[in-house]
């Protein structure tokens, strides 16, 4: 099992830019896929972006081109980087870890409001 801390949302601006970051509590280069996702109030949660032990990335078609998702494996961190922020992108964002036959961990979540 592993713990995981996100940090970094906040309030924002319609166009403004968030980093979110998630600290493991162990080797992430041993998990097999690092993802962030996020739930709306009222909605379902959604996966916004996954990143294997390999690189390869995958994104919703709703961030495409503003969200980045990376991973440094010497400080065991996975961030996402958040650019043209709107406000449809308000929800609490969630980190997780997967790894092929066994349940996935989740963090706590970090609030992100995208409001003027």
């Known amino acids: 099992q592993v713990q995981l801390v996100e940090s970094g949302g906040g309030l924002v601006q319609p166009g403004g830019s968030l980093r979110l970051s998630c600290a493991t509590s162990?080797?992430?280069?041993?998990?097999?896929?690092m993802g962030w996702y996020r739930q709306a109030p009222g909605k379902q949660r959604e996966m916004v972006a996954t990143i294997t032990n390999g690189g390869s990335r995958n994104y919703a078609d709703s961030v495409k081109g503003r969200f980045t998702i990376s991973r440094d494996n010497a400080k065991n961190t996975v961030y996402l980087q958040m650019n043209s922020l709107k406000p449809e992108d308000t929800a609490v964002y969630y980190c997780?870890?997967?790894?092929?036959?066994?349940?996935?961990?989740w963090g706590q979540g970090t609030q992100v409001t995208v409001s003027s």
């Open positions: 997780n870890a997967f790894q092929w036959g066994l349940n996935p961990d």
């Open positions: 162990r080797s992430i280069s041993s998990i097999d896929v």
